[in-house]
């Protein structure tokens, strides 16, 4: 079935649930815009007294670069499964995963409660991986950029690996 797809597509948290499994501290994007089957652009903020900034650092409150490097992958999984053809004809409950980190550089903290904007563009390099390319501002000035890689794998091939890492482990 060839489905034609009208962009831009707007995505609130409602819609970002039903295509993402992330919830509560760990949901982040706030919205999402769908410009094209490979570009996306959304928006995230965290709060100061959010369990993720009050640890780190107290005084000096810091939103870590591992969740800028999250923020992506949230980013590029939901506008894949929203607006990419390919994606949306994945079968069965499939994850999207963060499967490798090629580069992050930051230029500037993100500090509790400001608004960070990310342009997210993804180039298939299969039918389930996506190479990933985001620049991420505050205030129009540049925070970051990331480059990650992302699969799609069923879940339970996901759950039986981790069954089998816990096994090797025992």
């Known amino acids: 079935m060839n489905e034609t797809l009208s962009y831009p597509i707007v995505l609130d948290v409602d819609d970002l649930c039903r ?3 992330h919830r509560g501290d760990m949901q982040l994007v ?10 996306f652009q959304a928006s995230a903020r965290w709060s100061a007294d959010g369990v993720i900034l009050r ?3 107290p005084g000096l409150p810091l939103v870590p670069g591992v969740m800028l490097v999250e923020l992506v992958a949230q ?5 894949m499964r929203a607006g990419s053809p390919v994606a949306r004809r994945l079968e069965g409950d499939s994850l999207g995963l963060l499967a490798g980190i090629r580069k992050c550089s930051f230029k500037r903290p993100v500090l509790p409660d400001e608004r960070v904007q990310v342009d997210v563009h993804t180039r298939p390099m299969s039918e389930t991986a996506a190479a990933v390319s985001a620049v991420l501002t505050v205030g129009g000035e540049e925070a970051a950029q990331i480059e990650i890689l992302v699969i799609n794998s069923p879940r ?11 096994q090797r482990s025992a």
Request: proline fraction near 3%; charge should be negative.
């Open 55 to 57: 640890g780190h650092f």
């Open 19 to 21: 295509l993402l499994p």
């Open 75 to 79: 980013v590029a999984g939901a506008g």
């Open 156 to 166: 339970q091939a996901v759950l039986d690996g981790m069954a089998g890492l816990v």
């Open 30 to 39: 706030e919205s999402l815009t769908v410009l094209d089957h490979d570009h």
